[in-house]
């Protein structure tokens, strides 16, 4: 079974500064896709963004771009010049390529300081 | 714009009573699922289906079943609800092919009292 682990249950970062949060995941598969989504408080998941394990290319989405590494199974998250609407709750998840289920990590709670 | 649309946000019921948790998708999905979210687990997925009267057991079935009769609406069930099930339930729905996004609906809160 896929696992998804995101070892920070709390981040904070300083408005107009850079934060990274980390996601690893343990997969047998070579195909699959990964996504991070966000959590208001609003409760309405958002799509941030989304990487196919194929593509070497890193995903961008504006401020937010990932850092894939498919040997090492991790896929963190950086968001750029961070605005006070980034605080969030922040979830890792995998779906396999063959697949339908999605795989959730813990989730990362990010505060941001104005 | 999708919109999965779950019928109750806030719910508080007692110990063994029979709980439905409704959800309604309107973009014409193959797939829907229930998950269950709590702080530091994040979310476990409790049933999936993939077409109507289809349905594959997730994370965390025990004490749950699920009913898809139509295409666009996806139930969850607690038989006899247990203070354990207080939490936060989410709906979400999602159109056949593993790149494509998942669509949540807003949330049921549950207290089991």
């Known amino acids: 079974a896929q696992t998804v682990t995101q070892s920070q249950p709390e981040m904070s970062v300083q408005e107009a500064e850079t934060v990274t949060l980390s996601c690893t995941y343990d997969t047998s598969e070579s195909d699959y896709y990964l996504f991070w989504y966000k959590q208001p408080p609003s409760r309405q998941m958002i799509l941030v963004i989304r990487q196919e394990a194929y593509k070497q290319q890193n995903a961008t989405e504006n401020r937010f771009s990932v850092n894939f590494q498919k040997a090492a199974k991790s896929f963190s998250l950086k968001i750029s010049d961070s605005q006070l609407g980034d605080a969030a709750m922040y979830f890792c998840?995998?779906?396999?390529?063959?697949?339908?289920?999605?795989?959730f990590g813990g989730g990362t709670r990010l505060m941001v300081k104005p | 714009d999708v919109k999965v649309t779950q019928s109750s946000r806030y719910l508080v019921k007692r110990t063994g009573e029979k709980v439905f948790l409704e959800c309604v998708q309107d973009?014409?999905?193959?797939?829907m699922f229930w998950y269950r979210q709590d702080p530091g687990l994040g979310l476990r997925l409790i049933y999936f289906?993939?077409?109507?009267?289809?349905?594959e057991k997730g994370d965390i079935p025990e004490g749950y079943s699920v009913s898809r009769e139509k295409k666009e609406r996806f139930s969850l069930i607690l038989e006899s609800a247990s203070t354990n099930q207080t939490s936060m339930y989410l709906c979400?729905?999602?159109?056949?092919?593993?790149?494509?996004?998942?669509?949540f609906g807003e949330g049921s809160w549950l207290t089991v009292v």
């Open positions: 979400a729905s999602r159109s056949q092919g593993a790149g494509n996004t998942i669509y």
């Open positions: 973009m014409d999905h193959e797939n």
């Open positions: 998840a995998y779906v396999g390529n063959a697949g339908n289920m999605l795989t």
């Open positions: 289906s993939y077409d109507v009267k289809m349905k």
